[in-house]
């Protein structure tokens, strides 16, 4: 299930996203981490899939943990991860501010579909004040 440059809470959020058809926010992944002597244990709870909880193997330290847990709940779900279907690529991404034109190009500088590109002053007179 390894992706090269994501890690297992990367994973994790993104097989939420594409299971619960929504945007993941802070409190839908939820990890908690407790301290045993030297070593670390944390669960992650997914509240935006019904409150599942998954407890990971101890680690030497918080991020290990945390990244610990979220394997094992990715292992838990490997079945509905297999059988989800591929994402559409592009689907989803967000355009730049700056994007917002025609092209990628700002209107400001090409006009609008009622100012041509010319500018304003190419613009025959109505006749209206």
Not at 73 to 79: E, F, S, Y
Not at 113 to 128: D, E, R, V, Y
Request: include cysteine; charge should be positive.
């Amino acid at each position: 299930m390894a992706v090269p440059g994501q890690d297992a809470k990367s994973l994790l959020n993104n097989f939420c996203q594409r299971f619960t058809r929504k945007a993941i926010g802070k409190n839908d992944i939820i990890y908690n981490t407790q301290c045993f002597g030297a070593q670390f244990q944390s669960t992650v709870t997914l509240a935006c899939i019904e409150n599942l909880q998954y407890a990971g193997a101890t680690a030497s330290n918080k991020k290990e943990a945390e990244q610990n847990a979220a394997l094992i709940a990715l292992q838990n779900h490997a079945d509905q991860i297999a059988n989800l279907p591929e994402p559409v690529p592009g689907q989803g991404k967000k355009r730049k501010a700056g994007d917002a034109g025609l092209g990628g190009i700002p209107l400001l500088l090409t006009g609008s579909p009622h100012i041509p590109a010319s500018g304003i002053n190419a613009l025959p007179a109505t006749g209206h004040n």
